[in-house]
């Protein structure tokens, strides 16, 4: 079903790497991680059943945001 026969590599999230796409705009944060999810994930139940959400997360102690943009489908895969 894939149409990437050979995926690349996982791109892993490093905290430089979130730390770069925290300085983009929420759209273009977006843009990059959707192509990097669709390098590996290329099918007709991708187009038909996999998206993304905006989610933030800040802690009430120290303030810290988390700002992910996880593909749907791949909660809980961590």
């Not at 790497?17 to 990059?32: G, H």
């Not at 099918?43 to 800040?58: P, W």
Request: proline share 12%; with cysteine; hydrophobic share 30%.
């Amino acid at each position: 079903m894939n149409r990437v026969h050979i995926p690349p590599a996982p791109v892993e999230m490093t905290p430089e790497r979130e730390a770069a796409l925290e300085t983009l705009p929420p759209e273009v944060a977006s843009e990059k991680e959707w192509a990097i999810y669709k390098q590996r994930n290329d099918s007709f139940i991708v187009d038909l059943f996999q998206g993304q959400y905006r989610n933030r997360l800040e802690c009430m102690t120290c303030h810290k945001v988390c700002p992910p943009i996880p593909s749907l489908g791949q909660q809980g895969t961590s």
